[in-house]
């Protein structure tokens, strides 16, 4: 290039820059501006005919002077300054990272400076920090089912692939120009450690586990690879990220292993975020955990996730569901027989309790737990023996015992139907679950979270919502909780073959509400009778069809014979 003046070289080489939307200025040996492109005035916020001729100094007040600029400088050598704020036309924001080198003429004399504006854009995206030529690279990025993103040496987004958006719930026009920290669990995690370890040391890292965490606050497993980002001479210009979603083989390994941490649990509601600070502390404890809420809120969910953060983990988990076996079998069930203790009994069956020797027990529905039962379990849990079935001598256990209840145990002690010795046995540490119209902070949060598992389970991208379908969802009470969230996402996805969850989708009873929905299904009356008047009106309601009042009640079956039977209600 010669100077002074603008050059043909010159502008050939802006006019490339233009087209890659990199905005480019040159000064001669005395600093006056030469040649501006159009992008530059664009990100500038000023007009070539204002800057020709003039100091840089003078003209790029908004521009921090800090690069190895070759006129302060013995030793001109390129130089890049940190990504830097710039305020340009229409007072937009540009994040934008300045490279700066020098001008020789043929005799190896500075005679000038080039400056680049590097401006974090979709447009400036992987393609152009690789190889400008092969545009094609970006379509096929676009298209593959890995995410795939890149950061400068600053750590600042500056590409985003369409996967990479379906993976972290996060727009590119969002993340372009912000920290890849944001994308992974802020500044501080691990997984940014490691990343820009990458970038510094040159060595690349693959097969890590990590998460992603989606805008609205779900963790998204993920395993990641990381590369270092070169330049055609081999220097380390950024970094690249890959990442592949294993929320299917997450569900997998839980499912195998029924193992639940912390990081399962969802909810930022004030509510939720009580009970995870509750439940970090007692699950590392060996107290006696009574879990309190209305049918669908998680309550078996939640003991898991206790007893995998337990010392106890390695050793079993038993679950007792009170209301699901019948009065007679109770006992032997959970405290085993011994052989010939009753007709049939061929040989020795240990209980639940000595099947959970070492680990824990929970008991669910334990409001079910007929009188006569109660009084074993207390000396259980004071002297952790018992006396199987047809024994002679007591069994030693070391269990602990999670218990669970939707109907209040205090009021079934008041209506002498719970042992109030055994209730403050098992209420040494409650938490009480929030129903979900307690919680509609939350909703978005969840419905997000369930479709991705729904979703992977299937084999699909989770699909987008429709503004309509989100304020139906929004709008609903749940009687049903979470529960019946589930089922109703997973109605939605079984209907929808495209891209977009819309309102159609959802079932019917949710678009054409009737009057009375979400209030005991019609019968808000009966919300204010007793339990016995609950069941006897929506029995009535459903001409004693004992499936659809168990729907209408919110709970299982056999738990409304258990309570026919214990109410003496008959058609």
């Avoid at 690349?204 to 586990?209: L, V």
């Avoid at 839980?254 to 009970?275: E, L």
């Avoid at 009753?342 to 240990?350: C, L, M």
Wanted: proline content about 5%; hydrophobic content about 40%; overall charge positive.
């Amino acid at each position: 290039m010669k100077f002074p003046g603008k050059s043909i070289a010159c502008d050939q080489w802006l006019g490339v820059l233009d087209e890659l939307n990199v905005g480019a200025f040159m000064v001669d040996v005395g600093r006056r501006i030469v040649a501006l492109n159009l992008s530059a005035q664009a990100l500038l916020g000023i007009r070539e005919h204002e800057a020709i001729g003039r100091d840089c100094r003078d003209v790029f007040l908004g521009v921090p002077c800090l690069a190895h600029c070759p006129f302060r400088h013995s030793d001109p050598r390129p130089g890049a300054e940190p990504v830097i704020p710039i305020t340009g036309e229409n007072e937009e924001t540009h994040l934008v990272t300045r490279l700066s080198a020098p001008v020789y003429d043929t005799r190896r004399r500075v005679v000038g400076c080039l400056t680049i504006l590097q401006d974090h854009s979709p447009i400036a995206d992987l393609v152009n920090r690789i190889h400008y030529e092969e545009r094609s690279l970006k379509l096929i990025l676009d298209n593959l089912d890995v995410g795939v993103f890149t950061v400068d040496r600053g750590g600042v987004i500056t590409f985003f692939n369409a996967a990479a958006e379906k993976i972290s719930g996060y727009s590119r026009r969002d993340v372009l120009g912000r920290s890849g920290g944001a994308i992974f669990d802020g500044e501080g995690s691990s997984e940014w450690g490691l990343l820009k370890e990458t970038i510094a040391g040159g060595a690349s890292r693959s097969g890590i586990k990590s998460r992603i965490i989606t805008p609205a606050g779900v963790p998204v497993p993920v395993r990641a690879t990381f590369f270092p980002l070169c330049n055609e001479k081999g220097i380390v210009i950024g970094g690249l990220a890959t990442f592949s979603d294993l929320t299917l083989v997450h569900q997998l390994d839980q499912a195998i292993q029924d193992r639940y941490t912390f990081h399962d649990m969802v909810g930022k509601s004030a509510q939720m975020q009580r009970v995870f600070e509750n439940v970090q502390v007692v699950a590392r404890t060996d107290a006696t955990v009574l879990i309190e809420g209305p049918t669908g809120t998680g309550k078996d969910f939640l003991a898991k996730v206790i007893h995998s953060a337990s010392r106890r983990s390695a050793k079993p988990l038993v679950k007792v569901n009170c209301a699901a076996i019948p009065d007679s079998l109770l006992e032997s069930e959970m405290f085993g027989y011994m052989r010939g203790a009753f007709t049939g009994a061929q040989k020795d069956k240990p209980g639940r309790f000595q099947e959970a020797d070492g680990g824990t027990i929970f008991l669910d529905e334990i409001g079910d737990l007929p009188l006569a039962l109660q009084a074993k379990l207390l000396r259980v849990i004071e002297e952790k023996v018992f006396f199987p079935l047809g024994a002679t001598h007591t069994a030693q256990v070391d269990v602990r015992i999670i218990s669970a209840s939707n109907q209040g145990l205090e009021r079934l002690v008041a209506q002498k139907r719970f042992r109030e010795d055994l209730f403050y046995r098992l209420n040494v540490f409650r938490i009480e679950l929030p129903s979900l119209k307690e919680r509609p902070s939350d909703l978005p949060l969840l419905i997000g979270h369930i479709l991705r598992r729904l979703s992977a389970s299937r084999g699909m991208a989770s699909p987008q919502i429709s503004e309509n379908a989100m304020q139906v969802l929004l709008n609903y009470p749940y009687p049903g909780n979470i529960r019946e969230l589930e089922n109703i996402l997973e109605h939605a996805l079984i209907l929808c073959r495209e891209n977009t969850l819309r309102r159609k989708h959802l079932p019917d009873y949710l678009r054409r509400p009737r009057a009375g929905a979400g209030r005991a299904a019609g019968i808000p009356e009966a919300a204010r009778l007793p339990e016995r008047g609950r069941i006897l009106a929506a029995l009535q309601r459903c001409d004693w069809n004992r499936g659809r009042a168990a729907a209408v009640l919110n709970m299982d079956r056999t738990t409304l014979w258990r309570k026919m039977k214990r109410y003496q209600l008959a058609p």
